[in-house]
């Protein structure tokens, strides 16, 4: 069975029950963790899940609240003793930050480090991520700040699209469209961002069936936002806490 653990569901500015947006999937021999705040081991091992068996983290944008967490989880990794590689996936120009970020740390002289790969991606709609017989995922930028990607993630329960940081958005749509699941930002109507009436307008455009917000202020009512987004769409809507676990089937 495919799992999604919301490891953090606040928007940029956290507080002490809400971290930062990102989340881990367990499907097959995959455990992928999407985008790297905080301190993934921590959250990781709250989450009952062993920070050793990740398999892949895919990072969706260059901004702090996304990728801050990327040398702690690389060194905590290291020092734990892992040998088997970790696949790292992101925009080309986000892989070279995070190569500069880890520079600064003199990664290169951590003796005996286990082999990072980096899977660096176009900005074309639908990118191969991740493709086995179990999990397919692809991307699609989305409407941010900065460049960003989506998420498309085919499993045997499935289909779940992410949308990350994004404004209302076509290819939102398009990689959501009859999903089982949507997760979808709620951090509010301004620029680079989607509010939960809007996500909940994305949602029913894109005929999903279960809509999650994540990305939301920790202060907002999640009745509220579960409400304003039931004013366009019709089925089921959940607002993502942290650690609460979606399992798919």
């Not at 999903?208 to 920790?218: A, D, S």
């Amino acid at each position: 069975m495919s799992k999604i653990t919301f490891l953090g569901t606040a928007s940029a500015v956290p507080d002490a029950t809400h971290h930062n947006a990102h989340f881990i999937l367990e499907s097959g021999m995959r455990k992928v963790l999407v985008d790297c705040s905080g301190n993934p081991v921590v959250r990781l091992k709250e989450a009952g899940i062993d920070p050793l068996a990740l398999t892949d983290v895919i990072l969706t944008h260059f901004h702090p609240d996304h990728v801050s967490g990327l040398p702690l989880l690389l060194m905590d990794l290291w020092l734990m003793g892992r040998e088997q590689s970790l696949v790292l996936h992101g925009l080309k120009a986000d892989l070279e930050r995070a190569r500069g970020m880890l520079d600064l740390f003199d990664w290169d002289k951590w003796t005996g480090c286990y082999p990072v790969v980096f899977n660096a991606l176009g900005s074309a709609e639908y990118m191969p991520v991740i493709t086995d017989e179990e999990l397919t995922i692809v991307a699609s930028s989305v409407c941010h700040m900065i460049p960003a990607i989506g998420l498309r993630m085919t499993l045997p329960e499935g289909i779940v699209a992410y949308s990350t940081d994004t404004g209302p958005c076509d290819s939102v749509i398009r990689l959501a469209q009859d999903a089982n699941v949507l997760i979808h930002e709620a951090s509010g109507s301004m620029a680079g961002h989607t509010s939960a009436a809007e996500a909940g307008e994305v949602a029913a455009q894109a005929g999903v069936e279960t809509l999650v917000l994540i990305h939301y202020p920790p202060e907002a009512d999640p009745l509220e936002l579960a409400a304003e987004a039931g004013e366009a769409f019709s089925g089921d809507v959940l607002v993502a806490e942290d650690l609460m676990a979606l399992e798919l089937n």
